[in-house]
């Protein structure tokens, strides 16, 4: 039976990726809407065999009737982690639901920080398969350290109840540190491998912000899309894949520790000129302040944004199909290919001040 399957998110790093490899992914017939916020975005979603859907996310009124009109039964939430309007779209499918009476579907992209030491999570390793996430996700808003850890912990959790009472199936999909070059239309680079860069360029060093060797989970981004299209090959298919409280997924291979990160990339931007020693030192407080100057960010979040421990271990993917192409290992050998991929866009995007004299190239 053909689905319509709506995704939000499309002109992102990770959107735009699944967009592109979903449409050789060889999927069962579906039709998929992609929305957009201009013409432009629109000839672009186009070319991967996608309808362009107008629409402005923050109107819930206009989202429900996009998704009832449409005969909308699969979302994909690429668009924000920390969206409270959640609740009207899987209200939207529950009506469609009712109308087709096909089972409907709302996967909401989130982060792995939500299942870190930033979020109050265990730091005993736990999988994405663990059948007391819920509990834990349930007893973070509120002593979360980070209030904006809370509120992520609060979405994943309003998704889950708000699916249940309505009938919808949820999944809650957890990005981690994605690395590579984006395929899509839009953003090519990465949110983690470029603070690290930011971060360097600010203060000419690569700095640790944690005591010991903390590790968290990585993965390639088309290893990331290609979990995406898993899930929805095996909800298309009418396999049970695990939804709601069993609908957590973590994509990644594995851990690497946030050191080995700095040093390999420390040694491509010393290779560029763009730090001046590849070593890796403890930040201090000055450092921390300069760092959040190059990052946009105060310097309380730049710890948040650049080290912290995540136990998590993705163990759900695989289970269900999925194969991921590259290992864990595999950013620290594609940190020089990272580096430069990120100071190129950096530098053609302008997005922030590049001290005078930096080369950003060999």
């Given at each position: 039976m053909?689905?319509?399957?709506l995704?939000?998110?499309?002109?992102?790093?990770?959107?735009?990726?699944?967009?592109?490899?979903l449409k050789?992914a060889?999927?069962p017939?579906?039709?998929?809407?992609?929305?957009?916020r201009s013409?432009?975005?629109?000839?672009a979603v186009?070319?991967?065999?996608?309808s362009?859907?107008?629409?402005d996310?923050s109107?819930?009124?206009?989202v429900?009737?996009?998704?009832?009109?449409?005969?909308?039964s699969?979302?994909?939430?690429?668009?924000?982690?920390?969206?409270?309007?959640?609740?009207?779209?899987?209200k939207?499918?529950?009506?469609?639901?009712?109308?087709?009476g096909?089972?409907?579907?709302?996967?909401?992209?989130?982060?792995?920080?939500?299942?870190?030491?930033?979020?109050?999570?265990?730091?005993?390793?736990?999988?994405d398969?663990?059948?007391?996430?819920?509990?834990?996700?349930?007893?973070?808003?509120g002593?979360?350290?980070?209030?904006a850890?809370?509120?992520?912990?609060?979405?994943?959790n309003?998704?889950?109840a708000?699916?249940?009472?309505?009938?919808?199936?949820?999944?809650?999909?957890?990005?981690?540190?994605?690395y590579?070059r984006?395929?899509?239309f839009?953003?090519?680079?990465?949110?983690?491998?470029?603070?690290?860069?930011k971060?360097?360029?600010?203060?000419?060093?690569?700095?640790?912000?944690?005591e010991?060797?903390?590790?968290?989970p990585?993965?390639?981004?088309?290893?990331?899309?290609?979990l995406?299209?898993?899930?929805?090959?095996g909800?298309?298919?009418?396999?049970d894949?695990?939804?709601?409280?069993?609908?957590?997924?973590?994509?990644?291979?594995?851990?690497?520790?946030?050191?080995?990160?700095?040093?390999a990339?420390?040694?491509a931007?010393?290779?560029r000129?763009v730090?001046?020693?590849?070593?890796?030192?403890?930040?201090?407080?000055?450092?921390?302040?300069?760092?959040?100057?190059g990052?946009?960010?105060?310097?309380d979040?730049?710890?948040?944004?650049?080290?912290g421990?995540?136990?998590?271990?993705?163990?759900?993917?695989?289970k269900?199909?999925?194969?991921?192409?590259?290992?864990?290992?595999h950013?620290?050998e594609?940190?020089?290919?990272?580096v430069?991929?990120?100071?190129?866009?950096l530098e053609?995007?302008?997005?922030?001040?590049?001290?005078?004299?930096?080369?950003?190239?060999?």
């Open positions: 053909s689905r319509n399957i995704i939000t998110g499309a002109s992102g790093y990770l959107g735009g990726t699944f967009l592109k490899l050789d060889g999927l017939a579906h039709k998929i809407y992609a929305v957009v013409d432009k975005q629109a000839e186009e070319q991967y065999n996608a362009p859907l107008s629409l996310v109107n819930t009124d206009a429900s009737t996009a998704i009832i009109d449409n005969n909308i699969i979302i994909y939430h690429l668009h924000n982690p920390l969206d409270t309007s959640t609740p009207a779209w899987i939207a499918l529950a009506t469609v639901k009712q109308h087709t096909q089972d409907v579907h709302f996967l909401l992209t989130t982060g792995a920080k939500l299942f870190s030491s930033h979020a109050g999570a265990p730091t005993d390793p736990f999988s398969t663990d059948p007391s996430l819920l509990s834990i996700q349930q007893s973070q808003p002593k979360a350290p980070i209030d850890m809370g509120l992520g912990a609060h979405c994943n309003l998704v889950i708000t699916a249940k009472a309505h009938g919808v199936k949820s999944y809650i999909f957890a990005p981690c540190i994605v590579g984006g395929l899509g839009g953003n090519k680079i990465s949110i983690q491998t470029v603070a690290v860069v971060a360097a360029v600010a203060t000419r060093r690569v700095y640790k912000v944690d010991g060797r903390p590790t968290w990585v993965c390639h981004v088309e290893d990331n899309s290609t995406y299209i898993e899930i929805l090959r909800i298309l298919e009418g396999r894949i695990g939804s709601g409280e069993n609908g957590y997924f973590l994509a990644s291979p594995g851990s690497v520790a946030w050191d080995d990160i700095y040093a990339m420390g040694k931007l010393k290779k000129g730090v001046d020693d590849e070593t890796v030192v403890k930040a201090d407080k000055t450092a921390l302040e300069k760092m959040g100057e990052m946009d960010c105060p310097a979040f730049v710890p948040m944004q650049l080290g421990l995540c136990t998590w271990v993705p163990k759900h993917g695989k269900i199909g999925w194969k991921p192409k590259y290992a864990a290992e950013i620290l594609a940190a020089d290919a990272e430069e991929l990120i100071l190129e866009h053609n995007a302008r997005s922030y001040a590049i001290p005078k004299g930096t080369p950003l190239k060999q």
